[in-house]
C-alpha cells in the first residue's frame, strides 16, 4: 500500500476543489456587477489557497494527531471569513442544528465514512481512523468547495448560479477521497494524473450517492452534484460521467467542455492540463464498467477501482498505464477471461484509451 510514501507527498499536494476554474471564469467573463464580483472573488481565494500548498507543512506526525480510531466529526463555522477552521458548532454525537449546512456536513461526512468502512473496511481517509472535519460558511458567497489536505471547507454559493455546496452527497463524497487518494496512490495533479486524481473522486463520490440510495448501476443518474446549480441554470450538474460533455449549457455558464473519449482529449495548459476536464474520460470507463457488470456498482467495478488505487495506482500513472492496472486487478480478483476482467478491457476500449 505504500502508505508512508503517500503521506509524505501529501505535504506539498494542491488544493482540490469541486467548481474547476474553467467555470468561474466563464461566469466571470459572461457576467456583470455582483455575480462578475462573486466569480473573481471565488477564483482570487481559489489561487491564493492554491499558493500556499507548499508551505502548507501537514506532515505525517501533524497528521496522526487526528486519528481517533473510529467515526468521529467535527463540524466548524468560519462565519463568512476565511479564518480555519472557525468555530466548533458540533462534534461527533452532537444533536442536530438548525443550520442545514452544518448538519449536512455532518451528515455527509458520516455517510462517507460508512461507505468507506462498510464496503471496504476502510478506517477514514487515511485508514487509521482519521477525525473527519468540516469548516461551512466559508467567506461571503462562496463558489467552491475543497479538501486542503486536512480538512473539507465549503462555500454558500452565490445563489444564482449555486447553492450551498454541503447540499450534495456526491460533492462531500469527491472531496474526502481526494483524502483518501492523497494517502495511498498520491496522483500528481496535473495532466493525465491530475484527471485520474479527479476521476477516482467522481467514481467515489457517484458510488456513495448510490449506496445510500441502494441504487442498482442502471438507475443511478451518474451526475456529479445534481442539484447544485439554482432551478434558473440549464444543467443536471457539474459532470455527467455516463455523458461527458452534457452536464450543462447556460448562457451564465457556457457548455460543460469535457470529452467522452480520447478523440477529444483536452491538449491545452488550462485547468492544470486538463484535471477537471480530461476527467470525463476516466469517468465514463468506470461508467461503463459499472453497467456492463450490472447489479451494485460498488459490488465489482467498484472494488476493482479502490483495489487499484490502494496498492498499485503511482503519482505519475497516465490513462493507458491505469488502464492496464486496472484491467490487472479485475483478472487477479475475478479471474482470468472473467466477465469482470473483459467489461474493464471493453470500457477503456471504448473511450479510445486501448
Same mark, same amino acid.
Given at each position: &500500500?505504500?502508505?508512508?510514501?503517500?503521506?509524505?507527498?501529501?505535504?506539498?499536494?494542491?488544493?482540490?476543489?469541486?467548481?474547476?476554474?474553467?467555470?468561474?471564469?466563464?461566469?466571470?467573463?459572461?457576467?456583470?456587477?455582483? &455575480?462578475?464580483?462573486?466569480?473573481?472573488?471565488?477564483?482570487?481565494?481559489?489561487?491564493?489557497?492554491?499558493?500556499?500548498?507548499?508551505?502548507?507543512?501537514?506532515?505525517?506526525?501533524?497528521?496522526?494527531?487526528?486519528?481517533?480510531?473510529?467515526?468521529?466529526?467535527?463540524?466548524?463555522?468560519?462565519?463568512?471569513?476565511?479564518?480555519?477552521?472557525?468555530?466548533?458548532?458540533?462534534?461527533?454525537? =452532537?444533536?442536530?442544528?438548525?443550520?442545514?449546512?452544518?448538519?449536512?456536513?455532518?451528515?455527509?461526512?458520516?455517510?462517507?465514512?460508512?461507505?468507506?468502512?462498510?464496503?471496504?473496511?476502510?478506517?477514514?481517509?487515511?485508514?487509521?481512523?482519521?477525525?473527519?472535519?468540516?469548516?461551512?460558511?466559508?467567506?461571503?458567497?462562496?463558489?467552491?468547495?475543497?479538501?486542503?489536505?486536512?480538512?473539507?471547507?465549503?462555500?454558500?454559493?452565490?445563489?444564482?448560479?449555486?447553492?450551498?455546496?454541503?447540499?450534495?452527497?456526491?460533492?462531500?463524497?469527491?472531496?474526502?477521497?481526494?483524502?483518501?487518494?492523497?494517502?495511498?496512490?498520491?496522483?500528481?495533479?496535473?495532466?493525465?494524473?491530475?484527471?485520474?486524481?479527479?476521476?477516482?473522486?467522481?467514481?467515489?463520490?457517484?458510488?456513495?450517492?448510490?449506496?445510500?440510495?441502494?441504487?442498482?448501476?442502471?438507475?443511478?443518474?451518474?451526475?456529479?452534484?445534481?442539484?447544485?446549480?439554482? +432551478?434558473?441554470?440549464?444543467?443536471?450538474?457539474?459532470?455527467?460521467?455516463?455523458?461527458?460533455?452534457?452536464?450543462?449549457?447556460? +448562457?451564465?455558464?457556457?457548455?460543460?467542455?469535457?470529452?467522452?473519449? &480520447?478523440?477529444?482529449?483536452?491538449?491545452?495548459?488550462? =485547468?492544470?492540463?486538463?484535471?477537471?476536464?480530461?476527467?470525463?474520460?476516466? #469517468?465514463?470507463?468506470?461508467?461503463?464498467?459499472?453497467?456492463?457488470?450490472?447489479?451494485?456498482?460498488?459490488?465489482?467495478?467498484?472494488?476493482?477501482?479502490?483495489?487499484?488505487?490502494?496498492?498499485?495506482?503511482?503519482?505519475?500513472?497516465?490513462?493507458?498505464?491505469?488502464?492496464?492496472?486496472?484491467?490487472?486487478?479485475?483478472?487477479?480478483?475475478?479471474?482470468? #477471461?472473467?466477465?469482470?476482467?473483459?467489461?474493464?478491457?471493453?470500457?477503456?476500449?471504448?473511450?479510445?484509451?486501448?
Amino acid at each position: &500500500m505504500c502508505r508512508s510514501k503517500a503521506s509524505i507527498r501529501q505535504a506539498v499536494r494542491p488544493y482540490c476543489f469541486i467548481i474547476p476554474p474553467y467555470m468561474l471564469k466563464e461566469v466571470a467573463k459572461r457576467e456583470e456587477g455582483a &455575480m462578475r464580483e462573486h466569480a473573481l472573488e471565488s477564483l482570487a481565494v481559489s489561487a491564493q489557497l492554491r499558493g500556499q500548498r507548499a508551505v502548507l507543512g501537514l506532515l505525517p506526525q501533524a497528521m496522526t494527531a487526528f486519528a481517533v480510531g473510529g467515526k468521529s466529526r467535527n463540524v466548524f463555522d468560519a462565519h463568512h471569513t476565511e479564518d480555519l477552521p472557525g468555530k466548533l458548532v458540533r462534534r461527533e454525537g =452532537d444533536k442536530a442544528t438548525r443550520d442545514k449546512a452544518v448538519n449536512e456536513a455532518y451528515t455527509y461526512a458520516g455517510v462517507t465514512y460508512d461507505f468507506y468502512k462498510k464496503i471496504f473496511n476502510r478506517n477514514s481517509v487515511d485508514a487509521r481512523g482519521m477525525r473527519l472535519d468540516s469548516t461551512v460558511h466559508y467567506d461571503v458567497n462562496f463558489d467552491n468547495a475543497f479538501w486542503n489536505g486536512n480538512q473539507m471547507v465549503y462555500g454558500d454559493g452565490d445563489g444564482v448560479i449555486f447553492q450551498r455546496f454541503t447540499k450534495c452527497l456526491d460533492v462531500i463524497g469527491h472531496e474526502l477521497t481526494h483524502g483518501v487518494t492523497q494517502f495511498e496512490a498520491g496522483l500528481v495533479y496535473r495532466g493525465q494524473p491530475g484527471a485520474l486524481n479527479e476521476s477516482f473522486s467522481d467514481v467515489f463520490g457517484s458510488m456513495i450517492k448510490q449506496w445510500r440510495l441502494k441504487q442498482k448501476a442502471d438507475k443511478a443518474d451518474w451526475v456529479i452534484g445534481e442539484g447544485l446549480f439554482t +432551478p434558473q441554470i440549464n444543467g443536471v450538474g457539474i459532470r455527467s460521467m455516463s455523458n461527458p460533455g452534457t452536464a450543462y449549457d447556460d +448562457p451564465k455558464l457556457g457548455k460543460d467542455p469535457q470529452p467522452a473519449d &480520447m478523440k477529444h482529449y483536452f491538449k491545452g495548459s488550462a =485547468d492544470n492540463y486538463g484535471v477537471h476536464i480530461n476527467s470525463g474520460i476516466p #469517468n465514463r470507463a468506470f461508467y461503463l464498467t459499472a453497467v456492463e457488470l450490472g447489479g451494485y456498482s460498488w459490488d465489482k467495478a467498484g472494488k476493482i477501482w479502490y483495489v487499484a488505487l490502494r496498492d498499485r495506482i503511482r503519482p505519475s500513472t497516465n490513462f493507458a498505464q491505469a488502464a492496464q492496472i486496472l484491467i490487472a486487478v479485475a483478472r487477479d480478483l475475478y479471474g482470468v #477471461n472473467s466477465a469482470a476482467e473483459k467489461a474493464v478491457t471493453k470500457a477503456w476500449k471504448a473511450v479510445g484509451v486501448l
